[in-house]
T-cell receptor, first 115, second 116 residues
Framework: GDSVTQMEGPVTLSEEAFLTINCTYT??????LFWYVQYPGEGLQLLLK?????DKGSNKGFEATYRKETTSFHLEKGSVQVSDSAVYFCALNPYPSGSARQLTFGSGTQLTVLP | SAVISQKPSRDICQRGTSLTIQCQVDSQVTMMFWYRQQPGQSLTLIAT?????????ESGFVIDKFPISRPNLTFSTLTVSNMSPEDSSIYLCSVAPGLGFYNEQFFGPGTRLTVL
């Protein structure tokens, strides 16, 4: 079945450090890929998405590129801030854009950024 | 995107009681989902709430424990029945935007449930 594997946390960084959170997936066909962020005490917010191979999603300084050859969708940010401290979830919709299906989530990665 | 609200935002309940959680969306949507997030864990889909018909439950979740209503295209409820401490979780409503095709989902703020 479909699955998403994220790097284990927690991840602790100093402000202005470079961030990478690894995400790999298993799915048949051409899934859509997402990163969601959950700030303390809140629900999930869609951070970015990519719907086909080589697409790059970007938002708020975060980027992720859909790599079909390595089945990966790693999240990166060049300079993190204390306000980026949150839990980050990688997720996939196993069907191509336009198909209504539930999402499969990774286990989440807790990021703490220290001043 | 859609604006999603949930009520209550949190509750503390006694074992054996039931709690109904409401999810309201500011626009009509075809697809609504209910997820559970146990402490420190990822999200697990409970069911898809279908408008005008019975919800579609995932493996491990049953209608008697988690009855769901979806009376229209902007509203759904999830009831957690005969609660035990193991039901302590965050319950999240999500929607796929609009009435047509989609691939992302947007989430409500969640309901934080503690069962004593």
């Amino acid at each position: 079945g479909d699955s998403v594997t994220q790097m284990e946390g927690p991840v602790t960084l100093s402000e202005e450090a470079f961030l990478t959170i690894n995400c790999t997936y298993t799915a048949t066909g051409y899934p859509s890929l997402f990163w969601y962020v959950q700030y303390p005490g809140e629900g999930l917010q869609l951070l970015l998405k990519a719907t086909k191979a080589d697409d790059k999603g970007s938002n708020k300084g975060f980027e992720a590129t859909y790599r079909k050859e390595t089945t990966s969708f790693h999240l990166e940010k060049g300079s993190v801030q204390v306000s980026d401290s949150a839990v980050y979830f990688c997720a996939l919709n196993p069907y191509p854009s336009g198909s209504a299906r539930q999402l499969t989530f990774g286990s989440g990665t807790q990021l703490t950024v220290l001043p | 995107s859609a604006v999603i609200s949930q009520k209550p935002s949190r509750d503390i309940c006694q074992r054996g009681t039931s709690l109904t959680i409401q999810c309201q969306v500011d626009s009509q949507v075809t697809m609504m989902f209910w997820y559970r997030q146990q402490p420190g864990q990822s999200l697990t889909l409970i069911a898809t709430a279908n408008q005008g018909s019975e919800a579609t439950y995932e493996s491990g979740f049953v209608i008697d424990k988690f009855p769901i209503s979806r009376p229209n295209l902007t509203f759904s409820t999830l009831t957690v029945s005969n609660m035990s401490p193991e039901d302590s979780s965050i319950y999240l409503c999500s929607v796929a935007p609009g009435l047509g095709f989609y691939n992302e989902q947007f989430f409500g703020p969640g309901t934080r449930l503690t069962v004593l």
